[in-house]
């Protein structure tokens, strides 16, 4: 009988203890389920967190762009062209310019030594006359800073093939970036109506008063032949100013007043096609913000020049930072081949 007991007893006590052991082990697999759980969920809420920082960060760089390209836009637009139209017989003289109308200075940059171009067209819309037809620049990028109220100031002369008539003049500033930012969708134009009046001819008498008065000029000038030299006037710069140009046939004098950086600027002349004379340096008497004279007395031999087009002096100064030109001003020195 107590064997029987004794044989009950202790089956209870091991069912007991299977029991107690299967609880244990479903506990234990709940307990690494829900530390599983909550480990890919800590994964995903990261992976979260970075996809939003991402998200956030090119977000910022997207605003920042868009805060500096409209910056730039901005800028762009207190740049404001003026053109007017001189004429004077049978030529025209077209005066431009760039002016910053903001409080801030601005960097205008540009694609090449080209930094403007005007194109001439008749009342009928035919194009007469462009400035860069003849001409060759340096394809280096150039830049010119411009101050707040100050601007940037040309202008060229038409005077060959001119006939009476109605005509538009387009000064356009070739402005590709400010501040280092891209200008999109903005022209900077500006455009000067004129008229060409058709010349009168002079009257028997008129004729015979002007030859009296050219004899008596060529008299009087004749024990002093410097001053009978023609010159013409040349529109000038922020750097150069009081232009004067006088000679022929290769042989050229241009004085004026520099104010450049160091007390030096540089020249070189070309046909639109080829270097005739190289960058030559040219020394004043005092640098930047004083004015100092000077005097160029350029000579190409006959041989080399053009049987066509235009021989155009380019002056300039040099970029303190990046050497790159400046104050570029081109002066039209001679033209051959046309009528």
Not at 60 to 70: A, C, I, L, W
Not at 86 to 91: R, V
Not at 142 to 148: C, G, L, Q
Not at 237 to 250: T, V
């Amino acid at each position: 009988m107590k064997k029987w007991w004794m044989a009950i007893l202790i089956t209870g006590v091991i069912g007991l203890s299977a029991c107690g052991a299967d609880e244990t082990g479903n506990t234990e697999e709940k307990k690494n389920e829900e530390e599983s759980e909550q480990q890919n969920n800590g994964e995903n809420e990261e992976k979260k967190n970075e996809k939003e920082s991402a998200q956030q960060k090119n977000e910022g760089n997207e605003e920042k762009n868009t805060s500096d390209e409209s910056n730039g836009q901005a800028l762009a637009e207190q740049l404001a062209v003026k053109s007017s139209a001189e004429t004077s017989g049978e030529k025209a003289v077209i005066s431009f310019s760039l002016t910053n109308e903001g409080e801030e200075a601005v960097e205008a940059g540009f694609l090449s030594g080209q930094q403007f171009d005007v194109r001439i067209t008749d009342q009928n819309g035919e194009n007469v006359y462009t400035f860069s037809a003849d001409r060759s620049f340096t394809q280096a990028k150039t830049s010119e800073n411009i101050k707040a109220g100050q601007k940037l100031e040309n202008a060229v002369e038409w005077k060959e093939n001119v006939t009476p008539g109605e005509y538009e003049a387009t000064a356009t500033f070739l402005v590709d970036t400010v501040n280092g930012e891209k200008v999109k969708d903005m022209e900077f134009t500006s455009t000067s109506a004129f008229t060409i009046e058709k010349q009168e001819e002079s009257s028997s008498e008129e004729s015979g008063n002007a030859e009296g008065e050219g004899s008596e000029q060529g008299t009087e000038e004749e024990g002093d032949p410097e001053s009978s030299e023609p010159s013409s006037s040349v529109e000038g710069n922020d750097a150069f100013r009081n232009l004067e140009l006088s000679g022929e046939k290769g042989n050229y004098t241009v004085r004026g007043e520099a104010r450049v950086f160091e007390g030096d600027f540089l020249y070189r002349v070309e046909d639109g096609h080829n270097e005739l004379i190289s960058e030559t340096v040219v020394q004043v008497d005092a640098g930047a913000p004083n004015w100092s004279q000077f005097e160029l007395a350029i000579s190409i031999p006959e041989s080399d020049l053009p049987d066509s087009g235009a021989l155009t002096l380019m002056m300039y100064d040099r970029n303190a930072k990046d050497s790159e030109p400046v104050n570029v001003n081109y002066v039209p020195l001679d033209r051959f081949g046309g009528e």
